[in-house]
């Protein structure tokens, strides 16, 4: 027995010894940034065998390899590069640096004669994407982060199965984590109405499901392949601010009439072939409009290789030449885009950075407040609006360009989860973003060097911690 017992402590201690230095020559090989690299190696050779379970949950990224099969990979042309000439309409000079950016990044054309709508809240939101679920003929995709059982909820649930019955496709993909944040899931309800849907990497124990920490983020809506919305809103009462409810969101969504549509709909069919490995794209219907907008799709998540979102945030920020406009709930931005905001601010472009004061993630706020000082020491203005709490994000630069769509500016959005952002070319719209961005201004306060530095000093250990952790918030 005690020959049995030791053994049994000397292959455990083996494995521990091994596991530990394993894991940790894996985060070197495979991590792009070396803060989160050194972290991963710290913790797997700190605590060998808890450190490499806890890198082999959470750390090893087994979306890239199998997605690397999807179409998503196979968007970029192998010479995309500063040369590379994927749009086909006529740019205007004051562009003309951005779309050069955007056409190597993305790998995707620049769709002309698209009529955008802003819509506020779930007040404008939802009953014109419910209008558009009634209306539609052959397809309806919807793709939700969060979709809860409430009121709203229900009646998206109800327009989606009635549409079914009359023979439209429809398909709805709910990202696995997002759907528990009410029960009964609605998957379960749209089952129940014989509605087509599939859980985005749901957790479960069997078969183990080990890449909970990969979510899908995207919030689309696809009619008949013309019609599409995006944006930063899930679907709840949640995002009814003349509501009642305690936890208000203010967001905004955005409605795309034209051939962008088309390019929505692209991602939401990759994503559902990548959850449920059903490929079929149906023709596009879209039409063109003569006084539509230029409008291009972003995608991106931990199936790329490129930073697209960070590198085209980062283009715009350098051809910046008045004023740049930046809303986000969760802003903790990676290095290279903290230095581009700086940059521009030196310049003499005019940066503004719009928070919530109160954030529904606390330890988010605080790890921003640690940052903010950097940024406001060197020229970037930055506000907190008063409740409810704003979801909103939004990216405008000297009023004729802006990108609109679901990611945030954090590690989250940027490294782990998968996100769509739509970029638009056109100065009425650009203008108007801006003009809603100075409503939400003037109703919110300026902070200062001098407030954050009279933080009480348990209060900034507690945000420099949080700061430091955050590459995994």
């Known amino acids: 027995m005690e020959d049995a017992t030791t053994l049994i402590v000397a292959v455990t201690s083996a494995v521990a010894a091994a596991a530990g230095p394993i894991a940790a020559g894996h985060a070197l090989l495979t991590k792009r940034e070396p803060q989160v690299a050194g972290a991963w190696i710290a913790v797997c050779l700190v605590f060998p065998l808890a450190g490499a379970v806890i890198y082999y949950v959470f750390g090893i990224n087994r979306v890239r390899t199998r997605a690397r099969k999807l179409v998503a990979e ?3 042309p192998p010479s995309a590069g500063p040369s590379t000439e994927l749009h086909s309409p ?3 000079p004051e562009y003309a640096e951005q779309v050069r950016i955007s056409d190597a990044v993305t790998g995707r054309k620049l769709e002309t004669g698209n009529r955008l709508q802003v819509l506020h809240n779930g007040e404008q939101a939802y009953p014109a994407m419910l209008n558009a679920i009634d209306a539609a003929e052959r397809t309806v995709f ?8 409430n009121a709203s909820g229900r009646q ?7 549409a079914y019955k009359r023979g439209v496709d429809v398909r709805v993909l709910i990202d696995g984590v997002g759907e528990l944040y009410s029960w009964p899931r609605a998957s379960t309800l749209l089952k129940r109405s014989q509605v ?6 749901p957790p479960r124990i069997i078969p183990p499901q080990l890449s909970i920490n990969l979510r899908n983020h995207r919030k689309m809506l696809i009619i008949d392949g013309r019609l599409a919305f995006t944006g930063g809103m899930n679907i709840g009462d949640r995002h009814l601010v003349q509501s009642q409810r305690q936890h208000r969101v203010a967001d905004m969504h955005f409605s795309f009439d034209g051939p ?3 390019q929505i709909e692209e991602v939401f069919l990759e994503d559902w ?3 449920t490995g059903i490929s079929d794209y149906p023709p596009s219907h879209a039409l063109r409009h003569t006084d539509g907008a230029l409008c291009r799709v972003i995608s991106d998540g931990p199936n790329e290789d490129l930073d697209r979102l960070v590198m085209t945030l980062i283009g715009a920020l350098s051809a910046a030449r008045e004023e740049v406009w930046l809303v986000s709930p969760y802003f903790l931005p990676m290095r290279s885009l903290v230095t581009a905001l700086e940059a521009a601010a030196l310049r003499g472009v005019t940066v503004r950075v719009l928070l ?3 954030n529904n993630l606390p330890f988010v706020h605080w790890a921003t407040r640690h940052m903010l000082g950097e940024l406001i020491h060197w020229g970037v203005k930055v506000y907190y609006q008063p409740p409810p709490f704003a979801h909103t994000k939004l990216f405008v630069v000297d009023r004729r360009y802006a990108q609109v769509g679901s990611a945030n500016l954090d590690p989250r959005s940027l490294r782990l989860n998968f996100e769509l952002n739509a970029e638009i070319y056109n100065r009425p719209l650009a203008q108007q973003l801006a003009a809603d961005c100075e409503r939400i201004c003037a109703r919110s306060r300026s902070i200062t060097e001098a407030e954050l530095n009279q933080r009480r000093a348990l209060e900034r250990v507690r945000d420099a911690i949080f700061w430091l952790t955050s590459p995994y918030l």
């Open 74 to 76: 196979e968007r970029i």
């Open 90 to 92: 006529t740019i205007s």
């Open 142 to 149: 919807l793709s939700s982060y969060i979709f809860e059982n």
């Open 156 to 162: 998206f649930i109800r327009a989606l199965a009635a």
């Open 196 to 201: 087509p849907v599939a859980r985005f990497l």
């Open 260 to 262: 962008v549509a088309r």
């Open 273 to 275: 072939e990548f959850t």
């Open 356 to 358: 919530p004061e109160q």
